[in-house]
């Protein structure tokens, strides 16, 4: 993994992954074709780092929290094991330098994509 590590070398394997599907699966050989799988590419990056970005935020922390306390206190079955105050909320587990690995990767995508859109309607 120590290559995927560089967020310009993940571009540029994004864009080789891109291009493979476009050799694969596109109807045919165009730069409309290829926008349009570029376009994918970046609608996953992108939506991904956002829902990413407002998880991390923590706005669904106390949602969490009250769920886990109304789970514990209605329980018939009570696990005393369980300690639900000390689990980590949703904020928590997701690393800070993830959502905007996404970020950065959907944006110079979808930058890649309008210069393209720019060539294709000229």
């Known amino acids: 993994m120590s290559i995927v590590r560089s967020k310009w070398t993940s571009v540029f394997l994004n864009l080789f992954l891109c291009t493979i599907f476009f050799f694969i699966w ?3 050989a165009n730069l409309h074709h290829f926008i349009n799988f570029l376009f994918y590419f970046t609608c996953f990056y992108l939506f991904t780092g956002l829902i990413l970005w407002v998880v991390r935020g923590g706005l669904f922390n106390g949602i ?3 769920m ?3 789970i514990s206190q209605m329980s018939r ?3 005393y094991l369980d300690d639900w105050k000390e689990r980590p909320l949703p904020s928590e587990t997701i ?3 993830l ?3 996404f970020l950065f990767q959907g944006t110079i995508l979808a930058i890649f994509s309008i210069i393209l859109l720019i060539v ?3």
Request: charge should be positive; avoid cysteine.
């Open 120 to 122: 294709y309607y000229r």
């Open 68 to 70: 886990r306390r109304f």
């Open 77 to 79: 079955n009570k696990d």
């Open 26 to 28: 596109a109807p045919a």
């Open 95 to 97: 690393h800070r330098s």
């Open 99 to 101: 959502p905007g690995f």
């Open 64 to 66: 969490t929290f009250g």
